[in-house]
């Protein structure tokens, strides 16, 4: 039987999908719910639109998260703005003649493997379903779509948003903002507010470490890949060494102290946080206790009145085109063989659906190149596969806190690596 496969998703994970799957000569159509390839990076005002906000730049930088068979111009900044990494999917796009594969403003509602190991997907299109039938299914929905909310005791009567829906920081001039978290989102959205807004606080349960853009004036994940080369535990230890010495410690700032390994959780990388607390632009504060009207109440028996709250908690792995009996990732391990082949469904596949320290769409590429393999028969599921996938469970590359987040982290240099190997495997 011939194959026919869907892709769901064409941001930077479902192109790289689509390019090397139609490379191979496969029979592909690929669906998206935006306008145009990009994804998140697709810059959109509309709230409840899944987008980066208006000021985004990515965290890593442009030589280690560029595609393999498209680099990034040398006139690209170091960090690209979502302009720039808007433009240069959409060039990928058209370079490798993708658009041709995909079915734009459309939305997968349903997935649903029947007889004959065939899946049933069902599309939604200017309120018009279709049903169409499929070999094969390649899910690359990304990590964005379902936003996580903290729980706390009491009402907040003031606005109580999730980073999902915030888009500029004009909204957010002369009001009061408490910032709920300490990641890359967090962090961004405190320093952004606190350019226009009467005050701004950032509130952490724990202590993270904050990384800069830039050591020596070399971007710091290029910095850090001159020790790729060590062990992770000791290219740990000596990042979390660099780390100190870059900024000192988190007391110095107001900040908790992190009480975990470098490499335990997932380092924040922001230029600008620190800066801002010592010019007295946004105030750290501990981990919130409860609500009553505007005003927080936070762990250390202090307390603040805020006119909004940003919570910039995550998201969760959601896959609503699945029926909860057959898949859900929202909790509990993802075993998943190098975070893409099912351990029991031969036809179905993930990409992009793996947390790095570091970018995902170089992973993604390979993935999708491991991919075109295994359907062209040219690269076979080991016979141990179920084995496989709970060895990376038990046997993550770093064991990190117990988080919705840190299920799915890989190292990237040594997932790249595992992914070439058995890439090379099929040659």
């Not at 194959?3 to 192109?15: D, E, M, T």
């Not at 967090?186 to 952004?192: N, R, T």
């Not at 596949?349 to 993604?364: A, T």
Request: glycine residues 6%; contains cysteine; aromatic residues 12%.
């Amino acid at each position: 039987m011939k194959k026919r496969i869907c892709i769901i998703g064409a941001g930077p994970s479902g192109i790289t999908a689509i390019k090397n799957l139609s490379e191979a000569g496969l029979d592909i159509v690929a669906y998206d719910i935006n306008k145009d390839v990009g994804g998140n990076w697709i810059f959109n005002e509309k709230e409840g639109h899944s987008s980066v906000f208006e000021t985004t730049h990515i965290i890593s930088s442009k030589s280690l998260s560029q595609y393999e068979d498209m680099p990034f111009g040398s006139e690209v900044s170091d960090y690209p703005s979502h302009d720039e990494l808007r433009e240069y999917f959409q060039l990928y796009a058209k370079r490798f003649k993708l658009y041709q594969y995909i079915e734009f403003e459309t939305m997968v509602k349903n997935c649903k493997r029947i007889a004959n190991n065939n899946w049933e997907i069902q599309t939604v299109k200017n309120g018009k379903v279709k049903f169409e039938m499929f070999t094969d299914l390649v899910v690359c929905n990304g990590h964005h779509w379902e936003p996580k909310f903290p729980k706390y005791k009491g009402d907040f009567d003031g606005v109580f948003i999730h980073s999902h829906s915030y888009k500029k920081a004009d909204s957010f001039k002369n009001k009061r903002v408490l910032v709920i978290g300490g990641g890359n989102s967090a962090c961004d959205v405190a320093v952004e507010t606190s350019r226009v807004s009467e005050s701004t606080s950032i509130s952490w349960r724990r202590g993270y470490r904050i990384i800069p853009k830039f050591i020596m004036g070399i971007p710091s994940d290029v910095f850090a890949s001159k020790m790729s080369f060590l062990p992770i535990k000791i290219r740990n230890l000596l990042a979390g060494l660099l780390a100190r010495i870059s900024n000192g410690s988190n007391e110095i700032y107001g900040l908790q102290k992190p009480k975990h390994r470098f490499g335990q959780t997932h380092p924040t990388i922001n230029s600008e946080l620190l800066y801002k607390i010592r010019h007295g632009k946004i105030k750290p504060r501990v981990e919130i206790d409860r609500f009553d009207g505007k005003y927080v109440f936070f762990k250390d028996n202090t307390k603040e009145k805020f006119d909004v709250i940003v919570a910039c908690t995550g998201y969760l792995l959601s896959h609503p085109f699945f029926e909860k009996n057959f898949i859900d990732y929202k909790e509990g391990s993802v075993p998943l063989y190098l975070k893409m082949f099912h351990p029991v469904y031969h036809d179905l596949f993930f990409i992009g659906m793996f947390q790095p320290l570091g970018c995902i769409w170089p992973g993604s590429e390979q993935q999708s190149k491991l991919l075109a393999l295994t359907l062209n028969n040219k690269w076979k599921r080991p016979s141990n596969i179920k084995d496989l996938c709970e060895s990376e469970v038990s046997n993550p590359h770093m064991k990190q806190i117990d988080t919705n987040r840190h299920r799915i982290t890989v190292d990237f240099h040594k997932f790249m690596s595992d992914l070439k190997k058995q890439i090379s495997i099929s040659h």
